[in-house]
């Protein structure tokens, strides 16, 4: 009933030209992915040509970050209206290596859904533990956590816009994939979470990615999972055929 949705971040990779180009190709096969939401997030210089490529195509385009505040003093960022206004469907919040390296929290992912909304733009909000966490045993009590801190005061109608990414910090461009199994388990749990917080129908609709690692070859076994719902996939989004055959992971 969760139609899978794939999204290709591209992280800060791919200048306009390149972006433009990749998207091309993408655009050329997308009438073979019939049944699947596919969407890319560029770096954000690059969206105004990106979007130029796919107007008006099935392919949805992402930011990969935004700030909350509608105007202002605010050097270098970005808000949701602009992100809008310039034509992007979703924006991504909350990315581990957002947390990690620019002082995102719980909180200031919260404030960033908020103003998503406001603007009317999908957020797909990233989750994740560490492999710290995951070796002391406490990676359900992390992604709970950040899960309730990100969603607070978000009402059962906003849910239904919201795509949920668990990407297991340990497995994000190490090659490393969680097993389907280990990830299932935290999709399952997750989802468990959303039903305690927002009821039956929030749970049974809102799509929850895996990513970390994902690659043609292990793309259909995570798909395969009841509660993995699309995949949030950096490196081989990058590469127009790595990215068609996760795809193509039917096929
Ligand atoms: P990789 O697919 O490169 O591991 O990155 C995953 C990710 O962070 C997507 O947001």
């Not at 699947?36 to 385009?61: C, D, K, N, Q």
Request: aromatic share 6%; glycine share 10%.
């Amino acid at each position: 009933m969760r139609k899978p949705f794939i999204a290709g971040n591209w992280k800060m990779n791919l200048a306009s030209k390149a972006a433009a180009e990749l998207a091309g190709r993408l655009l050329a096969k997308v009438s073979d992915f019939e049944g699947i939401e596919v969407a890319v997030a560029p770096t954000a210089t690059s969206l105004a040509a990106v979007i130029e490529v796919l107007r008006g195509s099935p392919i949805e385009v992402a930011a990969q970050n935004c700030y909350w505040e509608e105007s202002g003093a605010f050097t270098g960022e970005l808000s949701t209206e602009m992100i809008k206004e310039i034509g992007c469907s979703h924006v991504i919040i909350g990315h581990s290596e957002r947390r990690q390296f620019f002082a995102e929290t719980d909180e200031t992912v919260n404030k960033k859904l908020q103003a998503a909304y406001r603007a009317g733009l999908m957020p797909i909000v990233c989750i994740g533990e560490s492999l710290g966490h995951r070796e002391s045993g406490r990676t359900m009590e992390v992604v709970a956590g950040q899960l309730k801190g990100a969603l607070k005061d978000i009402s059962v109608e906003q849910m239904q816009q919201l795509t949920v990414a668990y990407e297991p910090i340990w497995a994000i461009g190490t090659g490393k994939t969680a097993t389907p199994d280990q990830a299932q388990e935290v999709h399952a749990f997750l989802r468990g979470q959303l039903m305690e917080m927002f009821g039956q129908n929030v749970a049974d609709v809102v799509r929850i990615q895996y990513g970390g690692s994902v690659k043609p070859s292990n793309a259909k076994e995570l798909m395969d999972k009841p509660d993995i719902d699309g995949a949030l996939v950096g490196g081989a989004s990058l590469k127009a055929d790595d990215f068609i055959g996760i795809l193509g992971y039917r096929n």
